[in-house]
């Protein structure tokens, strides 16, 4: 019998290991602050859901949805992931997660439920065929970069270390007239110099170690 219901946080490793699964089908890569972020979201179950289907107590299928407003009616809910493992497909757990998914919306007063698929993806369109009515539509879009793959990444404490250090040690060998590094210059050669930033307290550190 498949049961249908929410994750539960034990769901986590089953879970992503479906969804996984479901964006190598689709010939994307993802990285793993994605699947983190998924997760977090669907526990919250705030603005992001998900439902699971299980047999025999094995998560076998995952779906994720949201709900959004409507310009001509009442708020619709999208189902945007769908899948279930390929060894239980043909006994019933896609419809039944499509169908809880429809409950849900309709007990919130949603006016309908709509998803996408390629148009090849014959094996499940066969059902969707079945279970909805394909309405024509075309889908046309503009990608961006992800913000994921955009947030700059913080050096770890052992290479803020080596930098503070490096800096400490080239201001503890300045030259007598001031200068960053003991070589001597000629007056006519600028030196230009583009360090990290260090605290005033190690500079005033090294500075007693000199004296």
């Known amino acids: 019998m498949i049961a249908i219901g ?5 769901d986590r490793a089953a879970w992503e290991t479906l969804f996984r699964a479901y964006i190598d ?29 299980r047999l025999d107590g094995t998560l076998v299928g995952i779906t994720h949805f949201l709900v959004h407003p409507s310009t001509s009616g009442p708020d619709v809910c999208y189902l945007q992931d769908l899948f279930t493992a390929p060894d239980v497909r043909g006994q019933g757990v896609a419809r039944a997660l499509i169908a809880a998914v ?10 309908r439920v709509y998803w996408h698929t390629q148009e090849s993806n014959t094996t499940a369109r066969h059902l969707y065929d ?39 040690r080239s201001w503890h060998n300045r030259g ?36």
């Open 6 to 10: 929410r994750l539960e946080p034990s």
């Open 25 to 53: 089908f689709y010939q994307r890569t993802e990285p793993p602050e994605m699947y983190d972020r998924a997760w977090r979201e669907f526990q919250a179950d705030t603005h992001l859901h998900a439902l699971g289907a």
């Open 102 to 111: 429809a409950d849900w919306a309709r007990e919130r007063g949603c006016g």
């Open 130 to 168: 079945k279970v909805a009515e394909n309405r024509g539509f075309i889908q046309y879009v503009i990608e961006f970069a992800s913000p994921l793959s955009l947030a700059p990444r913080r050096p770890s404490p052992a290479a803020a270390r080596e930098s503070g250090q490096q800096l400490a």
């Open 176 to 211: 007598a007239d001031g200068q960053w590094g003991t070589p001597a210059r000629s007056a006519s050669r600028a030196m230009i110099v583009t360090a990290p930033a260090i605290s005033l307290g190690s500079l005033a550190a090294c500075d007693r170690r000199r004296s």
